[in-house]
C-alpha cells in the first residue's frame, strides 16, 4: 500500500457523494487509511479536506474549524429533504424582500442559536443514518445543537431568489438554516446549491478538483499538506529531542516544564527542537498540560 500521509485539499464536484471521493482516491492512490472531514452533500461542491496515512491522526483537529459557503435559496417552495432534491410539500407566495428586510434576517439569524439537524442528515440512530429512516417515513427525535453563524450576507437574485455567503461552527445545517429563513418570511424555501468555500484556513482555491483524480498518474507528487502545515492555526511549541522522546513514551510529567496557556482550554502543537517535527498535540485542563495524542 502507499505511504501517503498527509491532508489532500479536493475540490469536490456536483453529484458524488463524499464517501465516493473517499473511495475512488483510496483505489487510486492505493492508501490504507483515509477520511474525509465535513461531509458534503451529493448536490453540494466544494472544499472537502481528506486525512490520507497518518493525517488521520488529526482529524479530531481539524473538524472544529469553522467553514465558510455560498449557495443560492428559493423562496416560496418547500421540500422534505429542505433541498432541491426533495419532493415538493408546500407552495406559498413569495413576499417583497428589500435591503431592509434582508438587513433584518441576517441580523436575527447571525451568531449563536440552536438547531436541529434534519431527519434528511447523515446522523445515525442506533447505527442507521437518519436519511434511511426519513425515507421509510419514519421521524426520531433529534437533539438540538448551539451553532454559530458568522459574517452572514443575504442578496436577491431574484423575485423568488437569494444568494448568500456565510461562515459558521462545525455541526451546522446550511439546509436548514434556508428552511429556516423561508420560515421566517412566511412563504417557505429550500435550499438550491451550496460551494464550501473554506475550512479553517483550507481555501478550495489551494484544493485539487475532484476530476482530475481520477486520471492522475500515481507516479505524480500529490500537492499533500504535512501534518504540521494543516494544525498551524495551532500555537507551537518547541521542545528538546529528549522531551520529544519522553513525550512519545506517554511521559506526561515533562510536561509541567511547558509555559502556561494563553487561553482557557487551549490546545498547541509540541515540535522538536532540532527538526521541527509535530510530537504532540496538548491541551490545557484544569490548569495544567496534558497530552491529547501523540505521534
Not at 453529484?15 to 492512490?29: I, Y
Not at 496515512?53 to 455560498?70: E, V, W
Request: glycine content about 8%; charged content about 25%.
Amino acid at each position: 500500500m502507499s505511504r501517503l500521509n498527509g491532508i489532500l485539499l479536493v475540490d469536490k464536484s456536483e453529484g458524488c457523494s463524499s464517501a465516493e471521493v473517499v473511495r475512488v482516491v483510496k483505489r487510486k492512490l492505493a492508501v490504507d487509511k483515509i477520511g474525509h472531514i465535513g461531509t458534503l452533500d451529493p448536490f453540494a461542491t466544494g472544499l472537502l479536506p481528506l486525512c490520507l496515512g497518518t493525517g488521520t491522526k488529526i482529524a479530531q483537529f481539524l473538524t472544529a474549524q469553522r467553514k465558510t459557503y455560498t449557495g443560492t435559496i428559493r423562496l416560496g417552495i418547500e421540500t422534505e429533504t429542505l433541498d432541491a432534491t426533495g419532493t415538493i410539500t408546500r407552495t406559498a407566495p413569495v413576499p417583497p424582500c428589500g435591503p431592509e428586510i434582508l438587513r433584518e434576517l441576517q441580523q436575527r439569524f447571525s451568531g449563536e442559536s440552536w438547531q436541529t439537524p434534519p431527519m434528511y442528515s447523515a446522523l445515525k440512530r442506533q447505527g442507521i443514518p437518519l436519511y434511511k429512516l426519513a425515507r421509510d417515513g419514519v421521524v426520531v427525535e433529534r437533539e438540538a445543537r448551539k451553532v454559530m453563524i458568522e459574517e452572514l450576507t443575504l442578496v436577491q437574485t431574484g423575485e423568488d431568489t437569494l444568494s448568500f455567503s456565510l461562515s459558521c461552527s462545525k455541526g451546522t445545517y446550511i439546509r436548514s438554516l434556508a428552511a429556516d429563513f423561508g420560515t421566517a418570511l412566511g412563504c417557505g424555501a429550500h435550499l438550491v446549491t451550496l460551494r464550501r468555500t473554506a475550512c479553517g484556513r483550507f481555501s478550495v482555491s489551494q484544493a485539487l478538483p475532484f476530476s482530475l483524480l481520477s486520471d492522475w498518474a500515481t507516479e505524480d507528487p500529490l500537492p499533500l499538506l504535512s501534518l504540521t502545515q494543516a494544525l498551524r492555526d495551532y500555537r507551537a511549541i518547541a521542545v528538546s529531542s529528549e522531551t520529544a522522546e519522553q513525550l512519545r513514551h506517554g511521559q506526561q510529567e515533562v510536561l509541567r516544564d511547558l509555559p502556561n496557556a494563553e487561553a482557557v482550554d487551549e490546545t498547541v502543537r509540541l515540535l522538536s527542537l532540532d527538526e521541527g517535527e509535530l510530537v504532540a498535540m496538548a491541551e490545557w485542563r484544569q490548569g495544567r498540560w496534558q497530552l491529547v495524542r501523540v505521534f
